[in-house]
């Protein structure tokens, strides 16, 4: 009784002393019992309804202000006597690529009203006091407006809804009747994957009153990161292809902001620019992580090579600084949701459950005082850390000498290696490493005696000169030595299986069931293990190009990929450097002759000790690699969803 909200203490109260017959025929009330809500309304009864917010965007220029579709489902007790706190979903593909491990559409009634509601959230917290809204973003689905990819437009529509559930935004259904939000005490939460995550992201760094917590799930912070490393392009005209692909009304209606999108994305230099300020949500022009007021719960994995992991990283990091409340999960699969983590299902959904009801319920359950990361660090093997990247992490230097070998001294001086940037995919760049490739220069340590985890981002720290005005550097941390490995590659790192089980309610339109997975694995005699890129014109500044003079040393530092990663004992680690990544980017090697002056070059590299570094052999000369192992390619990058 004491976990109670304060203002439903009375309602409990009267229900504690009234007769039996009395307490049978009451309406049900928020329940808290071993610090989790309890399922005490009808899932069944629900109310669903849908309503119209009014933005502050005209985002398809037709003269009016664009309205966001919002799809409710709540307790049929909620009103103004009994409030409930609200989750958001708000995505772009609810009307094309669905939700989820099985794709999940909204299906509708004949009054328009949602019916199925994609994913568990709906089924599993409204019987527990909770309102779940599916809101369809700007430019998709039911909404007006058009997409503008992580623009204004994207960020104010989600906006627009926390104002509305604390009467700050205008509203309408569907006979065109003002539409109030008088059901809910107006604390929100938003959550999602992907794209959702994104907009989770977006509509927080806007400071936004009102909403308390974020989940985003492999969601993007700086959409600069989504499409570029340090002046590399990934792809070109993204920002456009995705705006149409998620909008599926017809091609015209929203041509003209697709081409400005185009024309403003400079895709002719790689570099930041305005458009990419605005859809920078860690330091934009639109939203700023300085603002956030909300907790977050951030779930990534290392090996997610759609939405890059620099995406958590450089938020998590930045919540940090900021003291903003916090958790996180890191996993290894790829594109994948942590309701779809082996051996986890069950553990994610109590630990989402009691985290909403902490921050929208009040709920006293220990929660924010336990170890904040989950770390997995081997095929469905998670271990729990007060922090990540685990706190007690050294970062050691690790330098390329002329024989090819990684070790801790620094190389004599006018040491030099050489190679030419072309385009040249992963698998060509690691193949057979102690042989001479005129695409890139590899270098590997002797047989680790003990086991070393890597924690964080490695750090490439390069001094090289050009016959040309730049070239594409990519760093490459490989590990050697046959193991088994979650393999990320094949179906995002899981393999969906026929049995099922069940979270929360069900009613024979939405049922609360999903398909169970296992994590993927494979044998292989290597691992790339971290990945990191950078136009030597953006050395100094991402959004100024600065040609390094032909035939001058400059020095090119960046960071990777973050990982978390362990080098078992008996294998090597190699650093391979090259030209253009003809896996990652649809850029053309620029054909400069690239020569790195091994006694200034280094790669740094966070690791928690289980060997002294100092004892790491030095027989890499001997060792020539896998001749070529054939790594199943990444899935596109367009698989946003």
């Not at 309602?11 to 009234?18: E, F, K, M, Q, S």
């Not at 994957?193 to 400071?207: F, H, I, R």
């Not at 024989?403 to 006018?414: I, M, T």
Request: glycine share 8%; with cysteine.
């Amino acid at each position: 009784m004491s976990q109670l909200r304060p203002a439903l203490f009375a309602v409990a109260l009267t229900l504690a002393i009234a007769t039996p017959a009395q307490a049978a025929a009451a309406a049900p009330v928020i329940t808290v019992q071993d610090g989790r809500t309890q399922p005490v309304f009808s899932y069944a009864d629900a109310v669903r309804e849908h309503v119209y917010v009014e933005s502050t965007v005209d985002s398809d220029l037709d003269g009016a202000l664009d309205k966001v579709r919002v799809d409710i489902i709540r307790p049929r007790e909620s009103g103004p006597s009994l409030r409930v706190p609200v989750i958001i979903d708000e995505s772009p593909y609810y009307d094309n690529s669905g939700r989820g491990n099985e794709s999940e559409r909204k299906v509708y009634d004949a009054a328009g009203n949602v019916t199925k509601f994609p994913l568990f959230y709906d089924n599993y917290f409204v019987p527990r006091g909770y309102a779940v809204l599916n809101v369809d973003m700007l430019g998709t689905t039911k909404s007006d407006g058009c997409p503008d990819v992580g623009g204004k437009a994207d960020v104010l529509g989600g906006k627009a809804v926390i104002d509305w559930l604390n009467g700050r935004a205008k509203a309408f259904r569907a006979d065109g009747t003002p539409a109030v939000a008088d059901w809910t005490t107006g604390k929100s939460a938003m959550i999602g994957k992907s794209y959702d995550g994104t907009l989770a992201n977006a509509v927080a760094a806007t400071g936004v009153e009102g909403l308390k917590t974020i989940v985003p799930i492999s969601a993007i912070s700086s959409w600069y990161k989504y499409q570029r490393s340090n002046g590399v392009i990934y792809n070109y005209d993204y920002a456009s292809f995705l705006a149409n692909y998620v909008d599926t009304d017809p091609d015209a209606k929203c041509q003209a902001v697709r081409a400005r999108m185009d024309a403003e994305d400079g895709d002719d230099t790689g570099n930041y620019n305005a458009f990419w300020a605005e859809r920078d949500y860690i330091g934009g022009l639109l939203a700023d992580v300085s603002k956030v007021r909300a907790s977050v719960f951030v779930v990534h994995t290392v090996n997610d090579l759609n939405v890059k992991p620099d995406n958590f990283s450089t938020w998590w990091k930045a919540l940090a600084d900021r003291h903003v409340p916090r958790k996180i999960w890191v996993g290894q699969t790829q594109h994948v949701d942590p309701f779809d983590f082996q051996g986890r299902r069950d553990l994610w959904v109590d630990t989402l459950h009691r985290w909403f009801d902490h921050w929208l319920h009040g709920v006293r359950n220990g929660i924010t005082g336990e170890p904040r990361a989950d770390v997995e660090i081997g095929p469905a093997q998670w271990i729990t850390q007060r922090d990540w990247p685990a706190p007690y992490a050294i970062k050691a230097s690790l330098r390329p000498a002329p024989d090819g070998s990684l070790g801790l001294k620094p190389a004599a001086r006018n040491s030099t290696a050489s190679f030419t940037d072309v385009a040249m995919s992963e698998n060509d760049m690691v193949a057979d490493v102690g042989t001479p490739n005129p695409g890139r220069v590899a270098f590997t340590t002797g047989a680790l005696p003990l086991n070393l985890r890597l924690s964080g981002t490695p750090t490439a720290d390069l001094r090289v000169k050009l016959d040309k005005p730049t070239a594409n550097l990519t760093a490459l941390l490989v590990d050697f030595g046959e193991d088994t490995r979650v393999d990320w590659r094949r179906g995002q790192g899981i393999t969906t299986l026929a049995e099922e089980d069940c979270h929360g309610e069900s009613t024979a339109a939405d049922d609360a069931c999903y398909r169970k997975v296992v994590t993927n694995v494979a044998t292989r005699p290597l691992e790339i293990v971290a990945r990191g890129w950078i136009d030597v014109q953006n050395r100094l500044s991402l959004s100024q190009s600065t040609p390094l003079p032909a035939g001058t040393y400059g020095t090119v530092r960046w960071l990777t990929l973050p990982q978390d990663y362990t080098f078992k004992k008996g294998h090597r680690i190699g650093l391979v450097i090259a030209g253009t990544d003809a896996t990652y980017t649809d850029e053309a090697g620029t054909g400069a002759a690239v020569t790195v002056d091994l006694a200034g070059s280094s790669v740094s590299v966070p690791f928690v000790l289980g060997t002294p570094l100092a004892d790491m052999p030095k027989d890499a000369a001997t060792f020539r690699g896998p001749e070529r192992v054939e790594l199943p390619q990444p899935e596109p990058e367009f698989q946003f969803f």
